[in-house]
């Protein structure tokens, strides 16, 4: 059992102005809930129970910066202005757990206009059309599709790269008018601005493409850009697929990536991986529990910069051992807080850190203090 007055799980975490009550984030996850861009009620439930968990920041899902950039029809967006009001509704409900709130700030390009994931993630179909699918134009780093049988994406000029990064700073300024305490540019599994950094999807010969410092200039243009816009005192995260699962980009670009991000004002490195030429559920990168946690390490012992570790992470335990380790520094739970939304309560109490359940929203925790007493006495009388 750990020390409650130890346990790394539970110690709070400042960066810049934003005090986190502990290490457990709730990582972006799509759950296809919006219309013309909009989160919803959906939201509401979705994203305020992650809250009421115990999550100390709650990310949405990724939020296209502008309509061509959405993935599917059913995503979020924050590409108007007319948007804001609907963002502005979670994160008051969040907030209002005691959490903090972030957002995910994406592009799809070339995976942009596909299938839902729950339909298989893949290129829409007849069948998708016929039931109301919307079709448009993807862009990309070349005119070159994620795989045979995908869109061919509209390869973007110079200019029209200018054109997105200024998408992603009016974004985020909206963002930050909404309400948001933090920002991540999402730089992973295949979207826009991972096929700019890998290799393999970016064989472009101007200044966007090439060698490792010409594929990273999007990407740190538009972080540049965003931080540029997002106040001071709010953090500012990056995710990226610390190995493409491709062979066009890993994890020694990862840090090399990292550091620069770093020296232009990012302060977090959230590292996923794979997603480049599929699905992100089934990237070509093997799984185990903690699969991605030695991506984590490496930015964090080699770029020096603060990481978090995402990906099979499954209990209170396992995530105190990676930061105990010095693996990470933020712990983010997808699917297993799909599974249980009180993951990191769950977690306080594997590590003893809440015997009493004062972390649990007190209309909970009285209850259930008093269950566990009565539970007590009962496994007593059983003798």
Known sequence: MTDPTTALLFTPLTIRGVRLANRCVF?????YGSKHGCPGDIHLVHLGKMAAGGFALVFTESAAVEERGLITDHDMGIWHDGQVPAHRRIVNVVQGHGSRIGIQLAHGGRKSATQRVIDGGGPLNAHDLARGAKLWQPVGPTADPVVPGWLVPHQLSVAEIQDVVRAYAEAAARANH???????????????MASFLSAVSNTRDDAYGGDRAGR???ALEVSRAVRAVWPEGKPLFFRVSAVDGAGGWDIEDTVVLAAALSEIGVDVVDCSSGGLTGTTTTAPVPRYPGFQVPFASAVKRR???????????????QAEK???DGDADLIAIGREALFNPNWPLH?????GCDPSFSLWPERYGWWLDKRATQ??????SRG
């Open 27 to 31: 990582s972006p996850m799509n759950i």
């Open 375 to 380: 539970m007590a006495l009962t496994k007593q």
């Open 322 to 324: 990676i930061l105990r």
């Open 216 to 218: 990273m200039r999007f």
């Open 347 to 351: 977690a306080a109490q594997a590590l």
């Open 303 to 317: 770029a020096g910069v603060t990481a978090m570790a995402v990906g099979l992470i499954l209990d209170g335990p």
């Open 178 to 192: 909404a309400g948001y305490d933090v920002a991540e540019v999402h730089g992973a599994h295949g979207y826009l």
